[in-house]
Nanobody, 124 residues
Framework: QVQLVESGGGLVQVGGSLRLSCAAS????????MGWFRQAPGREREFVAR????????YYADSAKGRFTISRDKAKNTAYLQMNSLKPEDTAVYYC?????????????????WGRGTQVTVSS
């Protein structure tokens, strides 16, 4: 198993930036693909970004393209989500998740381990 703990959320003004961190413990970090999801009030959880295991490639939801960057630091067992040019519609609880699967993994059901989330609020 792997345990995931998110941090870095908070209150930010429109146009501001935040960097979310996801610290992993347990099994070898590099054995997992990492993803970020978010859930806004009254809405279903949705995919934001992913970086697969064994690769440095990345993939983003249309809402995140050009503004968000997912990365991972193997030495620190930590994944990151850099969020720039934040908008009020980015307000949500952000979750990191880990998957043992290869390939195009963007659905919630394809991820095996989840953190408890960190709140991001963008004020206008």
């Amino acid at each position: 198993q792997v345990q995931l703990v998110e941090s870095g959320g908070g209150l930010v003004q429109v146009g501001g930036s935040l960097r979310l961190s996801c610290a992993a413990s347990g099994r070898t970090f590099s054995n997992y693909g990492m993803g970020w999801f978010r859930q806004a009030p009254g809405r279903e959880r949705e995919f934001v970004a992913r970086t697969p295991k064994g690769s440095t490639s990345t993939y983003y939801a249309d809402s995140a393209k050009g503004r968000f960057t997912i990365s991972r630091d193997k030495a620190k067992n930590t994944a990151y989500l850099q969020m720039n040019s934040l908008k009020p519609e980015d307000t949500a609880v952000y979750y990191c998740a880990a998957t043992v699967r290869y390939g195009f993994v963007v659905q919630e059901s394809q991820y095996d381990y989840w953190g408890r989330g960190t709140q991001v609020t963008v004020s206008s």
